[in-house]
T-cell receptor
Framework: EAGVAQSPRYKIIEKRQSVAFWCNPISGHATLYWYQQILGQGPKLLIQFQNNGVVDDSQLPKDRFSAERLKGVDSTLKIQPAKLEDSAVYLC????????????FGSGTRLTVV | AQSVSQHNHHVILSEAASLELGCNYSYGGTVNLFWYVQYPGQHLQLLLKYFSGDPLVKGIKGFEAEFIKSKFSFNLRKPSVQWSDTAEYFCAVIRSGSARQLTFGSGTQLTVLP
């Protein structure tokens, strides 16, 4: 089966600019997650969707980050305005929600804010 | 306090050496435990998982892990590492009632010298 697709792979922006990342999950996976992985740390959950509804966005910095999952399929994560500390890899994952917690991760988008 | 702890940040071994990477978690109650591997430039891949039953679980590529409930630990082991095992390894936990959200440790970078 096709994996979780993410684009772009790399992005360099200046602070205070805006940026958007796109994720296309595995077909049929109802649950979609966005994680932030700062260099030297493990991935940290930003937001979880179930179909097109938000399950948990408690760790999303809502003053600058936003995410949507229209039609319950692909998703976008936006940062506006970006800060230096937003430099990280942004990972998208999807899950079919079965008892085996079948997570599949995308390759991520590496964001550098200068 | 960090919820999932990986005390070894960087481990360097020679080929054929034995490997043990530590993972401890601080949650009470039911947990599901995972080890993921991230090869350079690639996405996170599942090595193995524990849900219930035999506390010694075997994964792909000769890896295994042992769940010791009394020690809140889930250490990863491999009897003989190969150069191709060079990667970053992440321990992760899903707590009961957490909407199936993975919480990751900070990762251990393994370097295997040929």
């Amino acid at each position: 089966e096709a994996g979780v697709a993410q684009s772009p792979r790399y992005k360099i922006i200046e602070k205070r600019q805006s940026v958007a990342f796109w994720c296309n999950p595995i077909s049929g996976h109802a649950t979609l997650y966005w994680y932030q992985q700062i260099l030297g740390q493990g991935p940290k959950l930003l937001i979880q969707f179930q179909n097109n509804g938000v399950v948990d966005d408690s760790q999303l910095p809502k003053d600058r980050f936003s995410a949507e999952r229209l039609k319950g399929v692909d998703s976008t994560l936006k940062i506006q305005p970006a800060k230096l500390e937003d430099s990280a890899v942004y990972l998208c994952a999807s899950s079919y929600g079965g008892s085996n917690y079948g997570y599949t991760f995308g390759s991520g988008t590496r964001l550098t804010v200068v | 306090a960090q919820s999932v702890s990986q005390h070894n940040h960087h481990v360097i071994l020679s080929e054929a050496a034995s490997l043990e990477l530590g993972c401890n978690y601080s949650y009470g109650g039911t947990v599901n435990l995972f080890w993921y591997v991230q090869y350079p430039g690639q996405h996170l891949q599942l090595l193995l998982k524990y849900f219930s039953g035999d506390p010694l679980v075997k994964g792909i590529k000769g890896f295994e892990a042992e769940f010791i409930k009394s020690k809140f630990s889930f250490n990863l082991r491999k009897p003989s590492v190969q150069w191709s095992d060079t990667a970053e390894y992440f321990c992760a936990v899903i707590r009961s009632g957490s909407a199936r959200q993975l919480t990751f440790g900070s990762g251990t970078q393994l370097t295997v010298l040929p």
